[in-house]
């Protein structure tokens, strides 16, 4: 699986996005929520640099689970190789 | 249905057969097991093979699957509870237990979610309690491999699994979001007194009597499509203060939930019906017990503990959470 280096934009689109994607697992959507609470409540580079780090390391750590592979691709917007 | 009810004396053979046990009992139950391969945590509710049961007597088992490569079981306390999710294994699962009202309890609920490794790795158990009439006997947790008894702190077994076998963790939910108004608290906690409703501060308890809000009911923040719960504990009109049986967290968007029309009918709707080979273990909400009127009742295929609290990641209310393991 390829996971979008940390200076990708798809994660702090993720964290800050608009729309949200039906995401399939639970540690994702709990992950996310309280990602996006601290983007909202420190708005800064730091805060989206450190949260952009700590989603991709998240993918990272879940490669193998097949909803996160389908999360990722709802993420980066792309197909992800397996 | 696999049995999961055992006696004292069935669950003394297990144990010192080297089996490794999730076990949920009453206190007396648990206090002289041998020492073994076990942990535990005291309750009395329980999902039975046949339903939902209470029992002073039968101890519920889950047992670790063989396939499980290794297992180790670590005690924490609020000072090392942040270490819970980088302890947990590579390939594999935790199984945490904790006694409710502890200064544990307390930690893990406000302050998990900040823990490093945080989700990364699947966390799942409950939070022990005692017969909700039971007014002299406190909740307790068990260190079967050392034959610890705490009224303080998280027991949990990390368990490796092969690298062909993953875990999972999920929950089922029968709240959603109303439509009205939407509340946010100034700070994290298990009580409130003043919030804000719409943007404006106003008294939390004044807003629930003047709306005639049924606290049976309860507030919902959604994350990103995860519904999670915070139910009511009580109100003191007099401190005009609001308690809670989970924490609130600041800046979160919570709403009260949109009515059920009939707890058991809209739980059994959405209990998974195809899940049961694969789930591993699985705890349900003392409230939903008591609301939904499970006593007697199957929940779908699922058997475990009914809980003061659920962990699935983080501390969860009103919520059945559950584990499967599939293999890749």
């Known amino acids: 699986m390829i996971i979008p ?48 780090a700590e989603l991709r390391a998240f993918f990272v750590w879940n490669k193998d689970l097949p909803k996160a592979q389908a999360d990722l691709e709802k993420i980066s917007g792309k197909a992800v190789q397996k | ?34 020492t073994g391969n076990w942990i535990a945590g005291t309750i ?35 000072s090392n509870i942040h270490h819970v999710y980088e302890d947990c294994p590579r390939h594999g699962y935790s199984v945490i237990v904790i006694p409710a009202s502890c200064d544990t309890h307390f930690t893990f609920a406000l302050k998990a979610p900040g823990f490093s490794g945080f989700a990364t790795r699947p966390l799942i158990g409950w939070i022990a309690g005692v017969d909700l009439n039971d007014e002299k006997n406190t909740p307790k947790i ?23 076998k993953l875990a999972e963790i999920d929950i089922v939910n029968i709240f959603e979001q109303g439509d009205g108004d939407t509340i946010t608290f100034p700070e994290d906690g298990f009580k409130a007194t003043n919030v804000m409703i719409n943007g404006q501060t106003k008294n939390f308890a004044d807003y629930l ?7 049976r009911l309860l507030l919902v923040t959604n994350l990103y499509g995860a519904m999670i719960n915070t139910s009511f504990k009580s109100m003191d009109f007099a401190k005009k203060e609001v308690t809670f049986y989970a924490p609130v967290f600041a800046g979160l968007r919570y709403k009260i939930a949109k009515p059920v029309d009939d707890y058991s009918v ?11 080979e694969n789930v591993y273990f699985a705890c349900n909400c003392i409230l939903n017990f008591l609301y939904a009127g499970l006593e007697g009742k199957k ?30």
């Open chain 2, 299 to 328: 929940t779908g295929k699922f058997t475990g503990p009914i809980t003061f609290g659920e962990i699935a990641y983080q501390l969860m209310n009103q919520t059945l959470a559950y584990l499967t393991i599939q293999d890749i």
């Open chain 2, 266 to 276: 809209s739980f059994m709707k959405d209990v998974p019906a195809g899940e049961g």
């Open chain 2, 209 to 215: 009597l003047e709306n005639t809000v049924d606290t």
């Open chain 2, 44 to 78: 009395p509710y329980f999902m039975g093979e046949s339903g939902g049961v209470s029992s002073h007597d039968l101890i519920f088992v889950t047992e670790i699957p063989d396939f499980a490569l290794e297992f180790e079981v670590k005690v924490y306390d609020e």
């Open chain 2, 1 to 34: 249905m696999k049995k999961v009810l055992f006696t004292k004396d069935e669950v003394i053979k297990l144990i010192t057969a080297g089996k490794k046990l999730i076990l949920a009992s009453d206190e007396k139950n648990l206090v002289d097991l041998p």
């Open chain 1, 5 to 52: 280096d940390e200076s990708d934009p798809c994660w702090i689109k993720a964290i800050s996005g608009d729309k949200i994607p039906n995401y399939e697992m639970l540690a994702t959507k709990i992950l996310l929520g309280r990602l996006s609470l601290l983007y909202e409540m420190e708005p800064s580079a730091d805060t989206a640099k450190k949260c952009a």
């Open chain 2, 142 to 164: 068990f260190d079967g491999t050392h034959r610890r008894i705490l009224d303080n702190g998280a027991v949990v077994m990390h368990i490796t699994l092969p690298t062909n």
